[in-house]
């Protein structure tokens, strides 16, 4: 089989093709073949070195995988070989392992995969997962409220996106280019602010009527990271789970007591919370599925490639022009 490793930390250019052999699953194991990898910001920063959770050298990145049960160890009656299933390295000991044709993991570790659900699409579902985590656990908008979702262009601001939208908030998607803003747009929004033409607070307050927005989700950060606190209404929450720009002045305090009245909230979240929390973690993936599945909210893909073209893949995302995933297939 083939699979895509790295050596050394670096940038596209360290990712190698190399051939081995099929894995063999031992007791409690299966193996999956391959149809479709997902390709992630995190596989870029374990490539870079600049992820906590980098397996030893040599490493084969990779958080996302479905594909066909293709051999069981002892001991395994579920999944049975022929079902599709999905592998999330969050479930596994240590994180990567997916740019591969084949792989063996636990089998109490997959996720059972319903026929309808394409498999180009069901390696979108880590994207999901913390969306639905977002909207459920760091923060519980209701049916009706104002929601700002920066980078809404983004993975998981495209999904946050939909399923805000479907759940029937008012949405408003934040992007940083015209482009990227006509996307938004597809997915739903009920307004759609370029950042790179408007303000985004002028826009907010003509959205609301001057009320501002009861939820801001924020995976951007950097500088401009305090102007939130001026975009919420009384109780409003403001949750940053990403930090593309840099982390933001750490006086967050300061722009907070400015409106000490207003009662306003902020988390800090990161799904990594859930490592030792396998129950809502699984629970979780269980919900995006069951998003995807009903296509309530389906995710957009913006290429597939061979798993060969890895290198060219991590390119195209580090451009900053993806919208939707791009997609591995063996």
Not at 67 to 79: D, F, L, N, R, Y
Not at 247 to 253: E, M, Q, R, S, V
Not at 273 to 301: N, W
Request: net charge negative; hydrophobic share 45%.
């Amino acid at each position: 089989m083939k699979s895509v490793l790295f050596r050394s930390y670096g940038g596209p250019e360290v990712l190698e093709v190399v051939e081995a052999g099929v894995p063999v699953p031992g007791p409690g194991e299966v193996c999956v073949r391959a149809e479709a990898i997902g390709v992630g910001v995190p596989d870029m920063l374990m490539r870079s070195g600049n992820y906590a959770w980098i397996p030893p050298l040599p490493v084969v990145p990779g958080n996302e995988l479905a594909g066909i049960v293709s051999a069981v160890g002892p001991g395994v009656e579920m999944p049975s070989v022929g079902q599709r299933v999905y592998v999330n390295a969050r479930e596994l000991s240590q994180r990567g392992g997916c740019y591969a044709e084949y792989m063996v993991v636990p089998a109490a570790s997959v996720f059972r995969l319903p026929d309808t659900l394409k498999a180009e699409h069901a390696v979108a579902l880590g994207n999901y997962q913390l969306a639905w985590l977002l909207l459920n656990i760091a923060a519980t908008p209701k049916t009706g409220d104002n929601v700002l979702v920066h980078a809404a262009a983004g993975g998981v601001g495209s999904v946050l996106v939909q399923m805000a939208c479907a759940q029937g908030m008012n949405v408003c998607g934040v992007a940083g280019s015209e482009g990227k803003a006509r996307y938004v747009a597809t997915l739903g929004a009920d307004a759609v602010i370029d950042r790179s033409q408007e303000s985004i607070s002028e826009r907010v307050k003509q959205h609301t009527d001057g009320a501002g927005v009861k939820f801001i989700y924020d995976a951007v950060g950097g500088k401009d990271f305090v102007l939130n606190f001026d975009r919420l209404t009384p109780l409003g929450i403001l949750v940053m789970f990403g930090y593309i720009a840099g982390w933001p002045d750490p006086a967050i305090l300061d722009s907070m007591r400015e409106r000490f009245g207003a009662s306003l909230g902020f988390r800090l979240f990161s799904i990594h919370v859930l490592d030792d929390m396998p129950e809502l973690r699984r629970r979780a993936m269980e919900e995006a599925i069951k998003v995807m599945a009903s296509g309530a909210a389906l995710p957009r893909i913006h290429t597939q490639m061979p798993l060969e073209s890895a290198a060219d893949a991590h390119r195209l995302l580090e451009s900053g022009e993806v919208t939707g995933k791009i997609v591995l297939v063996p």
